[in-house]
C-alpha cells in the first residue's frame, strides 16, 4: 500500500478535510488510538502519527479505535476503489459472512473469487494493509462494539 506524504496527510488531519474520510485513519502512537480525519479531538504531534489506508489496518497495527469520530462507521471507501474489483467483490462476501463460519476460510473466499489464496492475501496486503482474516475479524469487533454502544440497556 503506498500512502501520499505523512505530512500531506498530516495537512488532511490539521484542517479535518471530510474529502479524506473514509480514506484514511491517523493512528496515534502515544494514545493507541486511531481516528477519521473529521474527528474532532485535539490534533496530535506529527512525530506520534502512523497513516493508515483502513480501519483494519489500524486495528491490526494494534490501535482502537476513537469513541469520538467511530471510525468503525466511516464511510466505506478505499483510495483503491475501482482498481482491485476482486478486494471489492472480498469486501461485500466478508461483510456478507464469507469467513465467519467456513472452516476453509481464506480459500474458499479466494475460490469463489476465482483467484488464489496466496493471491488474494497478496492483494488485501496491497490494497489494505492486513489480511482477509485480519479484516474480517475487525469488521466482527467494530459491529459488536457499535451495537454495545447503540443498544440501550433497559434491566
Known amino acids: 500500500m503506498e500512502l501520499l506524504d505523512r505530512r500531506t496527510y498530516y495537512r488532511v488531519f490539521q ?7 473514509g480514506r ?6 502515544s ?7 473529521i474527528c474532532p479531538a485535539r490534533m496530535p504531534r506529527f512525530e506520534n502519527c502512523r497513516f493508515f ?9 494494534g490501535f482502537r479505535p476513537c469513541l469520538r469520530c467511530r471510525p468503525e ?8 476503489r475501482g482498481t482491485a474489483n476482486t478486494v471489492s467483490r472480498a469486501l461485500a462476501l466478508i461483510a456478507e459472512g464469507a ?3 467456513d472452516a476453509a476460510g481464506v480459500e474458499a473466499l479466494a475460490e469463489r473469487l476465482g483467484v488464489g489464496g496466496r493471491q488474494l492475501r497478496r492483494l488485501f496486503r496491497q490494497h489494505l494493509g492486513a489480511s482477509p482474516i485480519a479484516v474480517a475479524q475487525t469488521r466482527r469487533v467494530l459491529f459488536a ?3 454495545l454502544h447503540d443498544t440501550a440497556c433497559r434491566w
Do not use: M, N
Open 99 to 101: 469467513l465467519d463460519e
Open 15 to 21: 484542517t479535518h478535510d471530510a474529502r479524506f474520510d
Open 31 to 37: 494514545t493507541g488510538i486511531y481516528c477519521r480525519p
Open 53 to 61: 489506508a483502513s480501519a483494519a489496518a489500524a486495528q491490526e497495527a
Open 24 to 29: 484514511v485513519f491517523v493512528g496515534v502512537t
Open 145 to 147: 462494539k457499535q451495537l
Open 73 to 80: 462507521i466511516a464511510p466505506d471507501l478505499a483510495f483503491w
